[in-house]
């Protein structure tokens, strides 16, 4: 076990990449596009609430995120 920060939101997260089948991320469907626009715009695993809002409010021509990518320095 693991404990993150979500580089989304800021929140402290509890991350079993020691165990993916064991995570909570893997329990949260996310769409292909969904799944690449996490990886092009963020560097570490996502907390399970942005996962579920991703989730919720990704389309076709993009997502409306509440927060934006924290700024690499």
């Not at 076990?1 to 996310?30: G, H, V």
Request: hydrophobic letters at 30%; proline letters at 5%; one cysteine or more.
């Amino acid at each position: 076990m693991n404990m993150k920060k979500c580089p989304r939101c800021a929140s402290q997260f509890t991350c079993r990449e020691d165990r993916i089948d064991l995570c909570q991320c893997s329990r949260i469907y996310l769409e292909p596009k969904a799944k690449d626009y996490i990886r092009d715009n963020f560097n570490n695993c996502l907390c399970p609430d942005c996962l579920k809002e991703i989730s919720l409010n990704f389309s076709g021509f993009g997502v409306k995120p509440k927060y934006k990518a924290a700024k690499k320095l």
